[in-house]
């Protein structure tokens, strides 16, 4: 007889995007005529087709693959030294970051290492985990075992939730010197849905807690890309004492566009260890993920990793700083459409969502209602990531400007 994995049936069956979808559909069957006019500002995907410097090397890396001295087959399962080195030296050793090339290790999307990385971690560890947030985070804990049942807020009993409001500016703080320390807590900076950004002291105030409460930090960083005030840490390690408490996690999704092609990548400095389960011994983490990677992974495929390196050619950089220019402007054009509708407006300025309050008494659904029936425009209920996103909502900047301006246009006009 087989057994299955009890934990999926505590996951909450109306998951955010399909319940979008939902709507999104039972309206345009309704209105077929408002359906032609629909513009989508809902899932963070992005829209502009893939910098001219990835498609020639993708091109290259074919050719190569079909000449017998140049081809290749499985390739090192942490990936090929050229990418790992390129990272290691422009995203971090070129800005004052210390991070060796065996420190990446390259994957084909940070989703799933973000689940991924509970194979290597024990099932007692207490998880911090904000709200709103990513909901990756929560759903591969219930899945690996790590919580309860759903409140009918849709807490899990067992998470610790690190609530993001206006009084913190959507950066939580550590839990208080009094409460259960935390083993494991993720962090999202630039955030999704709110685009809040954690300052250097407030990454500060995060590492000091980690180091003093033996917890690991797990920093998604997939926006970096985004930041635009030079004071703004991009990386965890730009805090001093983060090589002994944190794995960044990074994605060519979002500046790269590679939603579609799939590359990511993590790093885990050597130095980083946590316990055995009676406290004893330390164990180096970066050992047990090799380990887990050369075990249930032969590596990103050769042609996409190539396709990442030219993310780091001076044409590359070039182009991504382009992309991300774009999606910026689009974000700055409905921050002014969303504040002269006379909401309260967040992010959008270092991230490419923008988080809105609703008018009060207004819940994040009733306001993608209204939003989807009276402007024609599809945008994510801020509830779906979090209890504590209820009240809000988020709208993508990732668009065409055509559309971004039109948005900003409705939105404006929205009575
Ligand atoms: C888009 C996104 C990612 C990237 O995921 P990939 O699997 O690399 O495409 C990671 N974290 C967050 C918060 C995201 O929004």
Redesign the pocket.
């Known amino acids: 007889m087989a057994f299955f994995n009890e934990n999926y049936r505590k996951l909450k069956a109306g998951y955010l995007f399909p319940e979008i979808a939902r709507r999104v559909n039972a309206f345009c069957e309704a209105n077929p005529k408002r359906a032609e006019r629909l513009i989508r500002c809902g899932i ?1 995907d992005v829209t502009e087709p893939l910098p001219s410097a990835v498609i020639a090397a993708l091109h290259r890396a074919v050719d190569e693959q079909a000449n017998r001295a140049l081809f290749r087959g499985y390739g090192p399962e942490q990936g090929y030294p050229f990418l790992r080195a390129a990272i290691a030296e422009i995203d971090y050793r070129a800005r004052g970051i210390d991070v060796a090339d065996d420190e990446i290790f390259v994957s ?7 689940g991924n990385i509970l194979d290597i971690l024990g099932h007692q560890n207490y998880v911090g985990v904000p709200d709103p ?2 909901p ?1 985070y929560v759903d591969t804990n219930v899945m690996a075992g790590h919580t309860g049942a759903a409140s009918s807020s849709g807490a899990y009993e067992g998470i610790c939730y690190l609530t993001g409001n206006e009084a913190n500016g959507f950066v939580p703080e550590p839990p208080a010197a009094t409460a259960k320390p935390l083993d494991v807590a993720y962090l ?1 900076f630039p ?2 849905p709110t685009g809040a950004v954690a300052s250097r002291e407030r990454l500060r105030a995060w590492v000091d807690y980690a180091l003093a409460n033996d917890t690991l930090l797990l920093f ?1 960083a ?2 970096e890309a985004y930041v635009r005030e030079p004071s703004l840490p991009r990386s965890i390690y730009e805090i001093h004492g983060a090589r002994r408490c944190a794995i960044e ?1 990074r ?4 500046n790269g566009g ?2 579609g092609l ?3 990548f993590i790093v885990i400095p050597k130095e980083l260890t946590a316990r055995t389960g009676d406290g004893g011994a330390r164990v180096p983490l970066h050992g047990l993920w090799a380990r887990r990677m050369s075990t249930k992974f032969n590596g990103v495929s050769y042609i996409v990793q190539r396709a990442a390196e030219a993310i780091y050619s001076p044409e590359g950089r070039a182009q991504v700083s382009a992309l991300i220019a774009l999606y910026m402007e689009n974000a700055a054009i409905l921050r002014r459409g969303a504040a002269e509708a006379g909401l309260r407006v967040f992010g959008g300025e270092n991230a490419p969502y923008i988080w809105v309050a609703t008018p009060a008494g207004v819940g994040s659904w009733e306001f993608f209602d209204k939003m989807l029936r009276e402007a024609n425009v599809v945008i994510t209920p801020g509830s779906g990531f979090g209890a504590a996103g209820e009240g809000y909502f988020r709208i993508s900047a990732f668009n065409s400007r055509e559309n971004a301006i039109e948005v900003a246009r409705r939105l404006s006009a929205l009575r």
């Open positions: 963070g084909d999307g940070s989703k799933c290492d973000c947030v990513y990756v999202c955030n999704n998604d997939a926006y996690f994605s060519f999704s979002k590679f939603t799939r590359c990511a």
